[in-house]
């Protein structure tokens, strides 16, 4: 039951849509368009990155995620019942982020390399139950094979081809799901290799990368199945003076070989715009995947707030009429705090942005800026920042039947008490 009366919301936002309307927006549109704007949630987020292995090396490759908060998930059940619980309480209709480390084995040790769709059935079999599509990744860090600090692009022929294999097995799967679930699996690929000094061969490894993706990409699948993407890094920890899958790498490689283009915001110099890139993307790529994230100095993968740099990003986008064009991701996992509300706070921060850009009067700032008075523009801008957007959004979880305002969070407390904490309890803690 809402603290908030139904009555109060259908007010508000009865006011907020005179307010937009008077503005050529209209709200209705932008609560049916938020209705079909998915966003694929980590699973990652869920059991810091740990996955369900029995004989991997641990996190690696800059990834890390911190904090010791009581109620990781610690099965793949576990997990999913997470993942439920936070799916109610995020209005729309969303999509599940698997990495290949999340396969479950029934207690069988099975390389990397030799993963099949079968070892995904029960997130597959669940995520048809709850009508959700599913996106995947295969995971080339954590693993004894990653120790060097190179996968893909490793000098070491035995250690590249295993990464290769993995890499093919993945998008094979990654093909499956996409055919069983009848939408788009989105595979994102992303390689940790680099130094931690100064190379002397930096075109070598390079070479070696594009190789190993050419092999990986031989075999052609159907886009209605298998959308392919790779994602480019700054640097991580370990690897701070050269990172092979550069920004400038990935772009070629993907430009020049149809490939989706993932920008994920940590992955960039701090002062580097995100949205500015998008505009410049799409005037020579099909679409783009975003990764929602919020990096602190670097790219830590803090839970996503509605900052200025989320903001920017779904504007553009708006601007860009690219919604159709655009696969939204979060990537985040914080470690320290309850993890349900993690993924609840950092998904409908990511909600309310693309809402905010959804009813963003675009065509008045058009205007301005095409006569050329850039006084208005600036105006227009700073008034767009007060307006009652907090109505709509009531109404669109109203609607979509989630907790408004701040009642999620005691339910997420709740869940914490009555599962998350007796999980620690089960371990002898």
């Given at each position: 039951?809402?603290?908030?009366?139904e009555a109060s919301i259908r007010q508000a936002y009865s006011w907020a849509r005179e307010r937009y309307d008077a503005l050529g927006v209209n709200t209705e549109t932008a609560l049916a368009n938020m209705a079909k704007?998915?966003?694929?949630?980590h699973c990652w987020q869920g059991d810091d990155v740990r996955g369900f292995e029995t004989d991997a090396g641990g996190t690696s490759g800059g990834i890390l995620s911190t904090g010791s908060y009581p109620g990781a998930a610690r099965t793949g059940d576990e997990l999913r019942a997470?993942?439920?619980k936070a799916l109610s309480l995020i209005p729309g209709k969303h999509r599940v982020n698997l990495h290949a480390i999340y396969a479950e084995t029934d207690g069988v040790s099975v390389p990397r390399d030799q993963l099949k769709t079968e070892h995904f059935r029960k997130w597959i079999d669940w995520a048809k139950k709850l009508g959700v599509g599913v996106d995947f990744n295969p995971s080339c860090f954590g693993h004894p094979m990653a120790a060097s600090g190179f996968t893909i692009s490793s000098a070491d022929e035995h250690v590249r081809q295993f990464w290769v294999r993995h890499v093919e097995v993945c998008r094979a799967i990654s093909a499956d799901i996409g055919k069983e679930m009848g939408s788009p699996c989105v595979m994102n690929i992303w390689f940790p290799d680099g130094m931690k000094d100064q190379p002397a061969d930096r075109l070598g490894f390079r070479q070696r990368m594009k190789d190993a993706l050419d092999a990986v990409f031989a075999t052609k699948y159907d886009r209605e199945h298998l959308i392919d993407v790779l994602e480019s890094k700054l640097f991580g920890i370990g690897v701070e003076s050269y990172t092979v899958g550069s920004h400038e790498f990935v772009m070629g490689y993907g430009l020049k070989n149809n490939l989706t283009i993932c920008y994920d915001m940590g992955h960039f110099h701090p002062t580097e715009s995100v949205a500015d890139k998008i505009s410049a993307t799409l005037l020579f790529?099909?679409?783009l995947l975003l990764h929602v994230s919020r990096p602190v100095r670097w790219d830590s993968d803090h839970v996503v707030i509605l900052n200025d740099d989320l903001l920017a990003l779904a504007q553009e986008?708006?601007?860009?009429?690219a919604f159709n064009r655009i696969y939204f991701a979060l990537d985040f996992f914080d470690g320290s705090i309850?993890?349900?509300?993690a993924w609840v706070t950092g998904t409908r921060a990511a909600q309310k942005a693309l809402l905010i850009a959804m009813l963003e009067p675009t065509h008045l700032l058009r205007e301005a800026e095409s006569a050329g008075d850039y006084g208005r523009r600036l105006a227009l801008l700073e008034e767009?920042?007060?307006l009652p957007f907090a109505a709509v959004w009531d109404m669109f979880c109203l609607q979509?039947?989630?907790p408004v305002g701040t009642d999620w969070v005691d339910l997420a407390g709740t869940y914490e008490r009555e599962v998350l904490r007796k999980r620690v309890q089960g371990a002898g803690l």
């Open positions: 039951m809402s603290s908030i009366s704007q998915p966003i694929s949630l997470d993942y439920e790529a099909e679409d986008v708006k601007r860009c009429d309850n993890r349900i509300m767009c920042k007060t979509s039947g989630v």
